[in-house]
């Protein structure tokens, strides 16, 4: 069963999508604009099936969920309000999946909350030390919202242009235009520092003691396999790397059934199989 809601973490609302039983699994969404948790998760959700409890949440300025007040956005609020979250759904351990901006604040989470979180998937993950903001994320940050804005963004997204089909624009502009005040706030330029932001440092990666998946895509133009997978295998003590060839920024839909066998097959650890 998935259920949409809205829990108070901090004093301000979250929408979650949150879906199946069993042990918990927080799934965090990447940064483009009209990007929400159900949004970028739900087709995955459904396909692991009901042994999973999977939360996928809408960060603070994406979606449903406002910024709280007094703050910007960044990642010290979304690894805290994540935090916060499983806290307030009573998840004493749990493992997290984040995709690109949530890769970063998935390995953020698993660094401050070392009893809580027991795994991690950091799929076209930002958060390397160093790691540059590339041209195409800084277009994907600033597409306007509308049908050419979500076309701009979507061909920069696939590695297979026939994703970007007339449905997925007409659906991902009118998300855009839903989240557009609030998004507007997030990431204005110069956009380098808010690359700059989402980065750990390197002692901070060396600290993390869950085991790690980073997933990428060999074409990934929005955050290089070069510059933002690459790096993390000299920092983290417990990775492995799986790599998508012809592949962009979004494996989770460019290669779904392999994505989702990846997926199951690691977190399947966690309840010993």
Do not use: N
């Not at 049908?147 to 061909?155: E, F, I, K, S, T």
């Amino acid at each position: 069963m998935t259920e949409l809601r809205t829990v108070t973490v901090g004093g301000s609302p979250v929408h979650v999508m949150d879906s199946g039983t069993g042990p918990a699994v927080l799934m965090l969404h990447g940064s483009g604009p009209g990007t929400t948790g159900s949004g970028a998760w739900a087709a995955t959700a459904q396909a692991l099936g009901t042994s999973l409890r999977l939360v996928a949440p809408d960060q603070a300025g994406f979606g449903r969920t406002p910024i709280p007040a007094g703050s910007r956005g960044g990642l010290r609020l979304w690894t805290e309000q994540a935090a916060g979250l499983m806290d307030a759904l009573g998840a004493e351990h749990y493992a997290v999946v984040g995709h690109s901006m949530g890769g970063a604040v998935a390995l953020a989470l698993a660094a401050a909350r070392p009893r809580q979180v027991t795994h991690v998937v950091a799929v076209s993950t930002m958060g390397a030390p160093g790691a540059p903001l590339s041209a195409d994320l800084d277009a994907l940050w600033a597409a306007p919202a509308g049908p050419a804005g979500a076309r701009d963004m979507l061909r920069r997204l696939f590695f297979d242009q026939a994703l970007v089909t007339e449905s997925a624009v007409a659906a991902r502009a009118e998300a855009m235009h839903a989240g557009a005040a609030a998004y507007a706030s997030l990431f204005p330029p110069p956009r380098a520092r808010w690359a700059d932001d989402l980065t750990l440092s390197a002692r901070t990666l060396a600290g993390i003691r869950a085991p790690v998946l980073l997933v990428h895509g060999a074409d990934d133009r929005v955050t290089p396999l070069g510059t933002a997978a690459l790096p993390l295998l000299e920092h983290l003590a417990d990775v492995r790397l799986h790599v998508f060839g012809r592949c962009g920024h979004v494996p989770a839909l460019e290669h779904p059934h392999e994505f989702r066998q990846l997926l199951s097959c690691f977190l399947g650890r966690e309840r010993g199989h």
